[in-house]
C-alpha cells in the first residue's frame, strides 16, 4: 500500500490545518488509517486514527482540537487540526495497517510559532 500525504505547513498558535492522506494499491477491507507524529530526538506518537468501522482513537494531548475521519470509497484519511498549540510541531505521518501489515507515509511538516 502506498500513502500520499498532504498538507502542513507554518501556522500560527491557535489557526488550523487539515493534513490529507490517499492509500493506494492492494487496500485491505478491514483496517486501521491514522497519524503520527515525530520530534527530533524523540519517539514517533500516535496522534489519532480511526478503523475502516469509524472508530477512533486519539492521543490526549489532541483531545478536542483534532478531529480523524475517513472516506473508505477514496481509501483517504483527513486529520483536522484546531486550537494548534506550538507543541504540536513536528514531522507528521500518515499510516495504514491491517493484520500483520504495516505502511507509511513520506511526512508532512507541521509548524506552529507562538
Known amino acids: 500500500v502506498q500513502l500520499q500525504a498532504s498538507g502542513g505547513g507554518l501556522v500560527q498558535a491557535g489557526g488550523s490545518l487539515r493534513l490529507s492522506c490517499s492509500a493506494s494499491g492492494n487496500i485491505f477491507s478491514n483496517n486501521v488509517m491514522g497519524w503520527y507524529r515525530q520530534v527530533p530526538g524523540q519517539q514517533r506518537e500516535l496522534v489519532a486514527s480511526?478503523?475502516?468501522?469509524?472508530?477512533?482513537n486519539y492521543a490526549d494531548s489532541v483531545k478536542g482540537r483534532f478531529t480523524v475521519s475517513r472516506d473508505n470509497a477514496k481509501s483517504t484519511v483527513i486529520l483536522q487540526m484546531n486550537s494548534l498549540k506550538p507543541e504540536d510541531t513536528a514531522v507528521y505521518y500518515c499510516?495504514?495497517?491491517?493484520?500483520?501489515?504495516?505502511?507509511w507515509g513520506q511526512g508532512t511538516l507541521v509548524t506552529v510559532s507562538s
Open positions: 499510516n495504514y495497517g491491517s493484520y500483520s501489515y504495516t505502511s
Open positions: 480511526i478503523t475502516s468501522g469509524g472508530r477512533t
